[in-house]
């Protein structure tokens, strides 16, 4: 297999910042391994260069976001990144040290960087000993021909030291997860007055974006797709652009792995499965998206201390510990691993204390200069603990604030009655709908859903539905949309649950206890607001395996199963005329990425990785959407679509 693409990413990156030059790089030996005892060792093990040479990094804002899930602070200084800045910030000359830039190739970022009527353009204002310049993709030649002139007219063209293309415009979240950012794409490309411009300019963004993927892994792609909507225009686009890439002899991206195996690239549109987006979930990831609307896994919530009311912000990094473990795992699980993680924690810092003698870790820190003993123990198991207990008391505040949310708005009701949507009583629906304890965005997805997955609604049901709706505040527009989707392809939304075992009782009964043992520790760590009551009123549900539409057609398309003939084929090294489907029969893929066209989310995420992970054969599925959009901003797309009808 080849690197997963959050490691090739991070590679470049690393080659980038050191000048393009990745023979320099090598292992730090500084590495900080941050893992809990018992689970395997998360080391964060940046790369540097021996000697390091000092510089500055300038980004623009996409630039930034694709390094930030990267690297930190500390990981760029190991760089030699001494200072970095806003390409459009108040910056100041810097003579004697290069420049490293990171940013799109826009009119304005190289007006911004070397147009010389410009008062505040860096190579006119010579800030910076030299110039590394990266684009986040390719730059088009009109674009370099500006750059080049202005760069004369300026007399920097001696200060100019590279100019590079970088393909990383993609955003890594995980090893296995990226995302496009690209805002409202379904809203633009369902739009009947969205204007062709802007359309060919979202499906151009996207080809890009998946042009730069695969020539970050190195890898030519099969492509797959399902027919006659947006996912087909992409994948014809980006069939061409890797073609055209590959007849060019000069700079070929993908030569280092011109004869190693090649990964399936699944093309889905979200049109095909709209009930994924808005379903009410209930395992850890998918519900800190929907309910504190995570983004690009920042975190921005209000929490209760002391009676007063703060906001925090949280970064889920890729080396949290208690994240790679739990985020696909289900609510009631995470909630009693909260509790283990704490009793680890407060046994490791008592075997801690207990060795140096003393009776705390604040003793430790304090006291460390008394004995060698102590002064070891305060250089490697500190930092280690200190990250531990951060990563923990962050995740009880999570799930503190999800506990609230559940009660609430009664999340873990509206799961239950979706895990047996089809069998919903008309009654039971409209009962639900006139819940005034229930949201009306709340009651809207569970409609939605419900309309999506049963056969057939009489029209006099639905006007009752409607009438229900609009008497409780409920908004109709977005169902308006969504009949229209209906008419245009019935879309399957009920899923095929998976044979397993039954769930043990002895599971929920532990379940039942989390609460009393969780209470004493929310008090020990100052986490307050009343968890066990909380917990107390959640059900004890665990959700029964269901393989959602996209892992189905995953599952069918990498296995070569015959029922995968709906989805069109191209194979960009195949000559045109000449790429058949037929070919790829009882052909076996174990690697695969899977992106979604007009948006994605953690619930289909973490559904395709439970297929990787119960696949006989190691698998690998790296997912990516054009955004990862929450329930509430897909709804808002719906409702605005709705309007317009």
């Given amino acids: 297999m080849f690197k997963n693409l959050r490691q090739a990413q991070l590679d470049a990156v690393l080659s980038m910042l050191n000048f393009n030059n990745p023979s320099d790089i090598i292992n730090s030996q500084n590495s900080v391994s941050v893992s809990a005892p018992g689970t395997p060792g998360n080391s964060v093990k940046p790369l540097t260069i021996a000697d390091p040479q000092w510089k500055v990094l300038v980004y623009d804002h996409v630039g930034q976001l694709i390094i930030s899930p990267l690297l930190k602070v500390n990981d760029l200084r190991e760089q030699g990144v001494t200072v970095h800045m806003p390409l ?188 994924t987006m808005l379903s009410h979930t209930w395992t850890y990831s998918s519900l800190v998206h929907d309910v504190m609307e995570m983004k690009l896994g920042r975190i ?116 239950s009655l979706e895990e047996s949507i089809t069998r919903m009583t008309k009654a039971t629906l409209l009962e639900t709908i006139k819940d ?22 009489s029209k006099e049901d639905m006007l009752e539905y409607e009438d229900a709706c609009v008497k409780n505040s409920v908004e109709w527009s977005a169902v308006k949309y969504v009949k229209q989707v209906r008419s245009f392809s019935k879309m399957a939304a009920s899923t095929n649950v998976a044979p397993q075992g039954a769930i043990s009782d002895g599971f929920l009964g532990r379940f039942g206890t989390i609460g009393s043992k969780i209470t004493g520790r929310i008090m020990e760590t100052g986490v307050t607001g009343g968890f066990h009551d909380l917990i107390a009123g959640v059900k004890n549900l665990l959700p029964t395996r269901k393989d959602l539409p996209a892992t189905r057609a995953v599952e069918a398309l990498m296995d070569g199963s015959p029922t995968d003939e709906e989805f069109l084929y191209f194979d960009p090294k195949a000559q045109r005329g000449s790429a ?19 948006g994605g989310n953690y619930f289909e995420y973490n559904n395709l990785q439970e297929l990787a992970q119960r696949s006989s054969q190691k698998k690998r599925i790296t997912y990516g959407s054009t955004n990862l959009v929450s329930p509430k901003s897909f709804l808002s797309e719906l409702e605005n679509l709705g309007k317009k009808q």
């Fill in 88 to 275: 459009f910030g108040d910056r100041h000359a810097i003579t004697d040290v290069p420049a490293v830039y990171f940013v799109q190739p826009t009119h304005e970022n190289i007006n911004r960087l070397a147009e010389v009527d410009m008062q505040f353009s860096d190579l006119s204002r010579h800030l910076y000993e030299s110039y590394y310049i990266n684009f986040t993709t390719s730059v088009s030649r009109d674009l370099l021909e500006e750059l080049a002139s202005s760069t004369v007219q300026a007399n920097a063209q001696s200060e100019i030291s590279q100019v590079f293309d970088q393909y990383l415009n993609f955003i890594s979240l995980e090893p296995n997860l990226f995302t496009l950012n690209l805002d409202s794409t379904y809203q633009t490309l369902n739009d009947p007055n969205s204007p062709d411009a802007l359309i060919e300019s979202v499906l151009e963004k996207i080809t890009t974006g998946l042009f730069s993927v695969v020539a970050t892994l190195g890898v030519v792609p099969i492509i797959r797709c399902s027919k006659g909507n947006a996912a087909e225009m992409v994948a014809s686009a980006l069939d061409g652009k890797l073609r055209e890439h590959l007849m060019n002899g000069r700079n070929n991206l993908f030569a280092d792995n011109a004869s190693g195996p090649r990964p399936l690239l699944v093309l889905l549109d979200r049109n095909s499965d709209l009930t």
């Fill in 300 to 415: 921005n919530t209000v929490v209760e201390e002391s009676g007063h009311k703060i906001k925090k912000n949280f970064d889920i990094e890729t080396f949290d510990f208690f994240w790679q473990k739990n985020a696909g795992n289900p609510f009631p699980q995470v909630a009693e691993d909260v509790d283990s993680e704490i009793n680890r924690y407060k046994a490791d810092v008592e075997e801690v204390t207990k060795s140096c003698g003393v009776d705390s870790l604040e003793e430790v820190e304090s006291d460390f200069s008394s004995n060698a003993k102590t002064l070891k123990v305060a250089i490697t198991a500190l930092p280690q603990l200190t990250e531990r207990k951060r990563t923990i008391d962050m995740h009880m505040t999570i799930a503190t604030v999800l506990l609230k949310a559940i009660q609430e708005r009664q999340l873990d009701v509206l799961f």
């Fill in 436 to 457: 005034p304890k229930k949201t009306a965005e709340d009651k809207l997805r569970l409609f939605i859903i419900y309309y999506l997955s049963v056969e057939d609604i």
């Fill in 580 to 598: 058949n489907a037929q070919k790829l029969k009882g052909t076996v893929f174990h690697d695969a990425i899977v992106f979604a066209v007009g």
